[in-house]
């Protein structure tokens, strides 16, 4: 008896287009649109606006400016180095509060947050109350670089920490145990299995603490001392634009910021790729 055979093609599925919208989706894309553009797009494009209305020669010599310079390099360098402290000691914190027991550990849980929770003219005061003139522990650091460091670190201290801690509770231990069984050290268990999984939250906090500390205001107004050439950061060089009633200027540094933000979060993001890809 001769048997049939199937001899033509597999007929393939074709899978529906991703931009397919229910009349839902579309309205809530819409609402979320609108909201960002009204509070984050148009304003950042009045800004960038603002700074080109004198022309590009006046935005070049805002920037080009020796006093306007050191401001932005100061505040660009103080946030880059503060944003690796919290990329290394976030993560060591987040680490001892999900892998360890010890006592008092919920109170240190609570205190990560007080950062947010704080208004930053009250951080400056309070880093002022401990470490001014009048301070307790006989250390002054009002008027330098070290002060401003400070002040930034204790802002940006929760970005890095609350990033890693919720991927460092889902991640799976057993990859790690099978490591370990198969001879893999601590460091080539951390490298290869541990690192990959935590560098998107690592990149994300250290995005959100670079892009917090060049902008950051509050803090520094009581302990940078804002001396030109010395302590004056962006954020208060843009003050004293607007006060001077030279917008063109203040908007031209705060776009540069705009940019320096973007490009450093970008470069992160693709560092995380790269490292995640090699494992």
Do not use: C, H
Request: charged share 15%; net charge neutral.
């Amino acid at each position: 008896m001769a048997t049939a055979t199937v001899t033509g093609p597999a007929r393939t599925r074709r899978s529906r287009p991703a931009s397919n919208l229910t009349a839902a989706s579309g309205l809530g894309l819409g609402v979320a649109v609108l909201w960002l553009s009204i509070l984050v797009l148009i304003p950042l494009i009045a800004v960038v606006v603002a700074a080109l209305e004198g022309g590009v020669g006046t935005f070049w010599a805002a920037l080009t400016d020796p006093q306007t310079f050191a401001a932005l390099r100061l505040t660009v360098l103080e946030a880059l180095g503060v944003t690796a402290l919290n990329v290394v000691v976030g993560t060591l914190i987040a680490w001892v509060l999900v892998r360890d027991e010890f006592p008092g550990k919920r109170v240190l849980d609570v205190v990560i947050d007080i950062p947010f929770a704080l208004p930053t003219i009250v951080a400056g005061l309070v880093l002022l109350s401990l470490y001014g003139p009048a301070s307790p522990v006989g250390i002054n650091l009002v008027n330098t670089q070290q002060g401003i460091f400070l002040a930034l670190a204790f802002v940006t201290l929760p970005f890095v920490v609350r990033t890693v801690q919720p991927v460092l509770l889902e991640l799976d231990v057993d990859a790690e145990e099978a490591a370990a069984s198969l001879g893999a050290g601590r460091l080539t268990t951390f490298r290869r299995i541990i690192l990959p999984s935590l560098l998107p939250a690592i990149t994300a906090g250290a995005s959100l603490a670079f892009a917090r500390a060049i902008s950051e205001f509050g803090s520094l107004v009581l302990i940078s001392g804002n001396t030109p050439y010395e302590t004056e950061v962006a954020s208060l060089k843009i003050l004293k634009f607007i006060e001077g009633d030279n917008q063109a200027q203040a908007a031209a540094v705060a776009t540069l910021l705009l940019l320096v933000a973007v490009v450093v979060i970008v470069a992160l993001d693709l560092i995380s790729r790269r490292v995640a890809r090699r494992g």
